[in-house]
């Protein structure tokens, strides 16, 4: 098997390294030099030559704008990354017979239900970052190729820029903070999501494709609030700081957020069996790995 990844230097691609090179042979592009292959994503003809070149059998897009509240003034540059780049993958996965697996976002939802969103469920993304994914997801799903969109949500890890990692910093210069706590979601370890990745993918290419092509939520169990996850970190850590919980109209951000960014995983787990543990015994190995570093 042939894979070809991209994105390969952020979170959840970097963990993707790992666990997709154990299926075949593995090329990975990222923009610099930590990667097989440099690939400046903005360039759509090179991405073009990129997939030319390597002609996978499976395409990982781990590539992504992320930078939520900053989006809604580089609309230009989120829509390149999270929508036009999907579209020209999987426009060559279409004409080239290749699986394409692409992340979504809990953000194409408004959160206004009151009940973990179904795949099936309406969007209603209430940023740009959330509609520029949005368009992402639609191009993928309209190409015609065999695709499995993985939607995900408040992504952390030891690596780059995340809620975790921001946690740990400020209470480590501040004895006192304030954490919105009426925003529900599932925090999710980006090497959790690398590890059911890989799963998806053995299973897809060992099945009928055609037959799972489509959007699934992927999350561990259970739910908390920005503040309870910031609460968890503390207490994970042992660090003297007090957290208070806020309303989101105390926190005041450039972009909109869901209340509720909840995911139902019932169709991931019913059709590829994944056993998805509890988000608080994921952030306990998160941070174990933290303590071996």
């Keep these: 098997m042939r894979i070809l990844l991209f994105g390969a230097t952020g979170q959840v691609g970097w963990e993707l390294r790992d666990t997709l090179a154990a299926l075949g042979t593995l090329r990975t592009t990222a923009r610099g030099d930590d990667a097989d292959h440099s690939v400046d994503a903005t360039d759509l003809a090179a ?36 929508a036009e780049v999907p579209a020209v993958i999987a426009d060559w996965a279409a004409a080239n017979a290749a699986l394409v697996v692409h992340y979504s ?30 368009a992402g997801d639609e191009a993928v799903l309209g ?12 992504v952390y ?24 706590d009426d925003q529900l979601g ?20 060992s ?19 920005w503040f309870g996850f910031a609460a968890a970190i503390r207490d994970s850590l042992a660090l003297d700081c007090v957290v208070q919980p806020i309303p989101s109209a105390q926190y005041r951000t450039a972009a909109a957020r869901p209340g509720n960014s909840r995911l139902d995983t019932t169709k ?13 015994h994921d952030l306990r190995a998160c941070l174990a790995d933290l303590d071996v570093s």
């Design 47 to 82: 991405l073009r030559r990129t997939l030319e070149i390597a002609a996978p059998d499976v395409v990982v897009n781990a590539m992504a704008y992320t930078a939520v509240d900053r989006a809604e003034r580089e609309t230009d540059l989120a829509q390149r990354l999270n």
């Design 105 to 134: 976002t809990d953000y194409v939802f408004d959160g206004r239900g009151d009940r973990p969103y179904r795949e099936s469920d309406p969007p209603g993304p209430l940023s740009v970052y959330g509609r520029t994914k949005l």
């Design 143 to 154: 190409s015609g190729c065999d695709a499995l969109i993985l939607r995900v949500g408040w």
């Design 157 to 180: 890890g030891l690596r780059g820029s995340n809620f975790l990692l921001t946690m740990r910093r400020l209470m480590g210069e501040h004895r006192e903070l304030a954490v919105v």
């Design 186 to 205: 599932t925090p999710t370890w980006c090497r959790s999501i690398a590890r059911h990745t890989a799963t998806v993918v053995s299973q897809a290419m």
């Design 207 to 225: 099945r009928d494709r055609r037959e799972l092509t489509g959007v699934y939520h992927l999350a561990p169990q259970g739910h908390t609030s």
């Design 268 to 280: 991931i787990r019913a059709t590829f069996g994944l056993q998805l543990a509890d988000w608080r």
